[in-house]
């Protein structure tokens, strides 16, 4: 795959459907007050998304049941991931990233944690 298609213009897309769909530019600055609270939101949310993801995996060691999901249950946590993504990429064009910007400085990030990991971990 070529890194400049990695994501494609998912934030392009993301910041077009916040503009149709709820009137609203996540990365106006102009009211300071209001762009971080939508930013608090949409972290908030994320964290409440992946809290239900947890959940479909049947996670506590201490239960007495499978510790893998169901198909219907694998299918419900992958949708929550996806929600996860939704609000994360809210946040990143709150945050003013471009889909190009995105996947420079994911592609860097992986290659310092690859380097991390081929030396056995954080320091």
Sequence with gaps: ???ASLF????????ELQR???GHDPSDTEDPEKWLEY????TLAAFVEL???IQNLTWKP????????TTSARG??????V????????ILVALGVSDAELCEVYLHKMNINRGRMAAGGHT
């Design 83 to 90: 929600d996860v993504l939704h609000f994360t990429a809210n």
């Design 1 to 3: 795959m070529p890194e």
């Design 62 to 69: 201490w239960a007495k049941h499978k510790l893998y999901p």
């Design 39 to 42: 930013i608090r939101n949409q």
């Design 8 to 15: 494609g213009s998912w934030l392009k897309q993301t910041a």
């Design 51 to 53: 809290g239900e993801f």
């Design 20 to 22: 149709s769909a709820y």
């Design 76 to 81: 419900e946590a992958i949708e929550e991931i």
